[in-house]
């Protein structure tokens, strides 16, 4: 055995120090080195021989000489995942899934065995659950199969052993932050722990050419808990969001080698698991109240999909010297910036206001598009003037006070006439720049986020 040491990992980057430091030298996170004791390493080879079966090295080619295979993806028949993915899963590939705790991440990888396991070999490793743990949940998501192996093992030799014996078609790992590679000393769930173990599952997925999807605890600030350089290593990494009390799942890709990280799955749980939702739109907005002020309908894009969104605002006096600003699915340096912009440009005084935002379903609108519908919801609860149901609104605002156009207006307007709305506030150069001008749906084109508040009161019957 090696002699013990003691070093100081940082937990963001994997930077390593035989001293404690504030500030990680290499990433600049503050706070983030943990002691760890371990036996003086061994070289890289000799830790994992026997383990991983290393490639013949290839010589230097030209790149017009490689010969590529066409690209092959087993489809989950999960259209939300495979939307997400790319149209499915590739062979050989890394793919590492995140979220909160209960988000759903192990009822997702039940439910692709559930629709996979029919015409292939499935290893779901758990180091969480027991083998009837494992049983018990697969039964309330109806999901048997000869075809799914399971194995609560938490030591990666283990797995790899399981690996070469059973040779699976797809290996499921929940979670990397259980496994434990006994050549390092260290605990399972550190830093060194799970690069390492991250590092040997994406070799034999390479070597053996079968897909690895890899589950990720995520720590106190929503990242994956971890070195960042775990998801440089893997090939996809897709993130859970949305609040565990409300049943609406967002599935978002921020990394994919192998597709668009625009695209976002939605999902609801219910107790027979993740259900998918088709049409998100219709969903989010088929409880909608009517006939109350604070209330505007924006639609966002996600990828290729237009999605339409519920902005909520509520704006009441304070009871405070400093009035309140709450922000839930909206950055709250952008609610501040517009309440600024419509004090300055278009008169409305929210001083003495406290102003809560609030996004139905879960939803994070991070597109400037959104910011129109915000600045009416403001006004609407300000004024306490209705917004009509019919109406969508969408547009950067500048500071100025002015429209901005934003890209993609035709599939926008094209996804409201579907849903049935009936006019839509938008800014003028959007018009401008469209194919067509025959749609059934009223434009109505501004340029200032006073002129748009003015078509509410339109529509509403009020004086301008």
């Known amino acids: 055995m090696g002699k013990l040491k003691s070093i100081y990992v940082c937990s963001s980057c994997g930077y390593e120090s035989p001293k404690w430091y504030g500030k990680c030298p290499e990433c600049g996170d503050w706070n983030t080195f943990t002691e760890e004791v371990r036996t003086e390493e061994l070289?890289?080879?000799?830790?994992?021989?026997?383990?991983v079966e290393e490639p013949a090295a290839d010589s230097v080619m030209s790149i017009s000489d490689v010969l590529v295979e066409d690209e092959y993806r087993y489809v989950t028949g999960i259209s939300e995942l495979d939307r997400v993915l790319g149209g499915g899963i590739v062979k050989g590939s890394v793919t590492l899934l995140g979220g909160d705790p209960g988000i759903g991440k192990s009822t997702m990888l039940l439910q692709i065995c559930g629709r996979l396991c029919d015409k292939m070999k499935i290893l779901y490793v758990s180091g969480e659950e027991s083998k009837a743990q494992l049983k018990l949940r697969a039964k309330r998501l109806g999901v048997s199969s000869k075809n799914l192996l399971v194995a609560p093992y938490t030591d990666l030799g283990q797995v790899i052993n399981a690996i070469t014996t059973e040779n699976p078609d797809m290996v499921m790992i929940d979670s990397i932050q259980t496994?434990?590679?006994?050549?390092?000393?260290?605990?399972?769930?550190s830093v060194t722990q799970?690069?390492?173990?991250?590092?040997?599952?994406?070799?034999?997925?390479?070597?053996?050419?079968?897909p690895v999807i890899i589950v990720g605890h995520v720590n106190k600030d929503g990242a994956i808990a971890g070195p960042k350089v775990m998801e440089h290593i893997?090939?996809?990494?897709?993130?859970?969001?949305?609040?565990?009390?409300?049943?609406?799942?967002?599935?978002?890709?921020?990394?994919?080698?192998?597709?668009?990280?625009?695209?976002?799955?939605?999902?609801?749980?219910?107790?027979?698991?993740?259900?998918?939702?088709?049409n998100p739109s219709t969903a989010l907005l088929s409880e909608r109240p009517t006939n109350v002020s604070g209330t505007c309908v924006s639609c966002i894009i996600e990828g290729t999909r237009p999605i339409f969104a519920e902005v909520q605002a509520l704006v009441a006096k304070t009871g405070?010297?400093?009035?309140?600003r709450t922000s839930t699915g909206f950055d709250l340096n952008r609610t501040a910036l517009l309440i600024a912009v419509l004090?300055?440009?278009?008169?409305?005084?929210?001083?003495s206001m406290d102003t809560y935002i609030n996004v139905i379903g879960g939803l994070k609108l991070d597109e400037p598009a959104a910011d129109l519908a915000v600045a009416i919801a403001l006004i609407s609860s300000l004024t306490d003037t209705v917004v009509d149901s019919s109406i969508v609104a969408f547009g950067e605002v500048g500071l100025g006070g002015e429209l901005r156009s934003v890209s993609h207006a035709e599939s926008r307007i094209k996804e409201a006439e579907k849903l049935g709305f009936s006019?839509?506030?938008?800014?003028?150069?959007?018009?401008?720049?469209?194919?067509?001008?025959?749609?059934?749906?009223?434009?109505?084109?501004?340029?200032?986020?006073?002129?748009?508040?003015?078509?509410?009161?339109r529509k509403e019957g009020r004086p301008e």
């Open 179 to 189: 496994m434990n590679f006994s050549a390092i000393s260290s605990s399972s769930g």
């Open 43 to 51: 070289p890289s080879k000799q830790k994992t021989a026997g383990l």
């Open 343 to 351: 004090e300055k440009r278009a008169g409305y005084y929210f001083g």
């Open 423 to 457: 006019e839509i506030i938008l800014p003028k150069q959007c018009i401008d720049k469209l194919s067509k001008n025959d749609y059934s749906i009223k434009l109505s084109g501004v340029s200032n986020v006073s002129e748009a508040f003015s078509v509410i009161k």
């Open 194 to 210: 799970v690069k390492e173990c991250t590092s040997i599952l994406t070799k034999i997925a390479k070597n053996v050419e079968i």
């Open 234 to 278: 893997v090939d996809t990494v897709l993130y859970f969001e949305g609040e565990r009390t409300m049943s609406y799942r967002i599935l978002r890709a921020v990394k994919n080698r192998f597709g668009s990280t625009n695209e976002i799955g939605v999902f609801a749980m219910d107790e027979n698991g993740l259900k998918e939702v088709e």
């Open 320 to 324: 405070f010297g400093v009035p309140r």
